[in-house]
Structures are given as C-alpha cells and as structure tokens.
C-alpha cells in the first residue's frame, strides 16, 4: 500500500511556472506506475501525465505536452510534475495518482490509490 501527498500548487499567472510533487510513504515506490490528473470545475477528472516505474517511459496528454514535464525520484520516493508556460485552462485540482505494476493506464479508474490533491490556478 502507497499514501500520496501533493505539493506545489497556487495562484500564478498566465506563462508562469509552478513544480508539483507527489511525496509517497512506502518501501516500494519503484514497484508503481504513477500519473498526474486534474479536475477543473465542473469537469471530468482527466489525465495529464504519467511515468514508468524507473522513468524509462513518460507520456503526456495533448493539450500539456512540451509545455509539462513529469520525473520521479525513487530514492526520494517522489514523483514531480513540471509546469511551463501556465494557461487559465491548466487552472484545476491536480492529482497523483499510484497503480502496482508495469503497465501504463491513462484512465483514473485503473489506479489504486489517490492524493488528496493540490489547487493550481492560472490568471490571464
């Protein structure tokens, strides 16, 4: 079992940037897929990225790639997600997210355990 604690989050401004992390408790943080998803208001959760278990494989949802970068850091049991050139509809609750294994899921139902979340908001 893995607990999830977001960071990072706030209120910047439109072409700004902000470092989410994801601290994880656990002795075998290597032994999870983890991804980040963001619900705005009023809207679905929806994924925004997700990593391999040794950073081998990263990918990203259209509308944040080569603008977000996500990195983990076992040995820190942490998992970051790097915000460039913010937009007002990047404004959301961001979520990490942890599922056991190897394989690579972009839908939220298929992980097990959950953040609590971190508020990023964006002004134009």
């Known amino acids: 079992q893995v607990q999830l604690v977001e960071s990072g989050g706030g209120l910047v401004q439109a072409g700004d940037s902000l470092r989410l992390s994801c601290a994880a408790s656990?002795?075998?943080?290597?032994?999870?897929?983890v991804g980040w998803f963001r619900q705005a208001p009023g809207k679905e959760r929806e994924f925004v990225a997700i990593?391999?278990?040794?950073?081998?494989?990263?990918y990203y949802a259209d509308s944040v790639k080569g603008r977000f970068t996500i990195s983990r850091d076992n040995a820190k049991n942490t998992v970051y997600l790097q915000m460039n050139s913010l937009k007002p509809e990047d404004t959301a609750v961001y979520y990490c997210?942890?599922?056991?294994?190897?394989?690579?899921?972009?839908?939220?139902?298929?992980?097990?355990?959950w953040g609590q979340g971190t508020q990023v908001t964006v002004s134009s």
């Open positions: 997210a942890a599922k056991y294994g190897s394989a690579l899921y972009q839908g939220s139902s298929e992980y097990d355990y």
């Open positions: 656990g002795r075998t943080f290597s032994s999870y897929v």
């Open positions: 990593i391999s278990r040794y950073a081998g494989n990263t």
